[in-house]
């Protein structure tokens, strides 16, 4: 009888069950989605070749709200065959220049960070590569973006 009873109570609200069933999708789905964008560009003032290189990076919240990302940078593999990895020291600083772990972007605007980076082995022509991952904060990484910036380090062999 209850199981009656149930089938009875399930069936009677086919279309309560359907709404909620498509809207507990919709809502899955809208969490996963990535609420920045990211772009960047190198400081063309200096050369390839100077020690210290900088990245303005651009980071566009598509959010309809104000978010803060947590900011990440690590060094990865960026080995294509062609030369060897090499390590760089690098902060991610504000436009006032202090060193930043996080930035805040108002709801559908874009805010500017710097990438700087400090190339240690000048004497070998080598890759470096940073990845930056910016999270929502309290969100998930799905929810964020990232880009990895690959930079040439060309070494003595190359005119200053």
Same mark, same amino acid.
């Given at each position: 009888?209850?199981?009656?009873?149930?089938?009875?109570?399930l069936?009677?609200?086919? %279309?309560?069950?359907?709404?909620?069933?498509?809207?507990?999708?919709?809502?899955?789905?809208?969490?996963?989605?990535?609420?920045?964008?990211?772009?960047?560009? %190198?400081?063309?003032?200096?050369?390839?070749?100077?020690?210290?290189?900088?990245?303005?990076?651009d980071?566009?919240?598509?959010n309809?709200?104000?978010?803060?990302?947590?900011?990440?940078?690590?060094?990865?593999?960026?080995?294509?065959?062609?030369?060897?990895?090499?390590?760089?020291?690098?902060?991610?600083?504000?436009?006032?220049?202090?060193?930043?772990?996080?930035?805040?972007?108002d709801?559908?605007?874009?805010?500017?960070?710097?990438?700087?980076?400090?190339?240690?082995?000048?004497?070998t022509?080598?890759?470096?590569?940073?990845?930056?991952?910016?999270?929502?904060?309290g969100?998930? %990484?799905?929810?964020?973006?990232?880009?990895?910036?690959?930079?040439?380090?060309?070494?003595n062999?190359?005119?200053?």
């Amino acid at each position: 009888m209850i199981n009656n009873t149930l089938l009875n109570f399930l069936f009677s609200y086919p %279309r309560l069950i359907i709404t909620i069933t498509m809207l507990t999708l919709f809502t899955n789905g809208v969490i996963a989605q990535s609420s920045v964008s990211l772009t960047y560009s %190198r400081d063309l003032d200096h050369s390839l070749s100077e020690t210290i290189q900088y990245y303005t990076i651009d980071v566009s919240n598509i959010n309809s709200s104000k978010t803060t990302y947590e900011l990440t940078a690590a060094l990865v593999d960026c080995n294509d065959g062609s030369l060897a990895d090499k390590e760089v020291q690098f902060e991610l600083n504000s436009e006032a220049g202090a060193v930043i772990n996080s930035i805040t972007v108002d709801a559908a605007s874009k805010a500017t960070f710097t990438l700087k980076t400090t190339k240690i082995d000048l004497d070998t022509t080598s890759w470096s590569c940073v990845e930056i991952q910016l999270i929502p904060k309290g969100g998930l %990484r799905s929810q964020g973006g990232s880009v990895v910036i690959k930079q040439l380090n060309p070494g003595n062999s190359n005119s200053k």
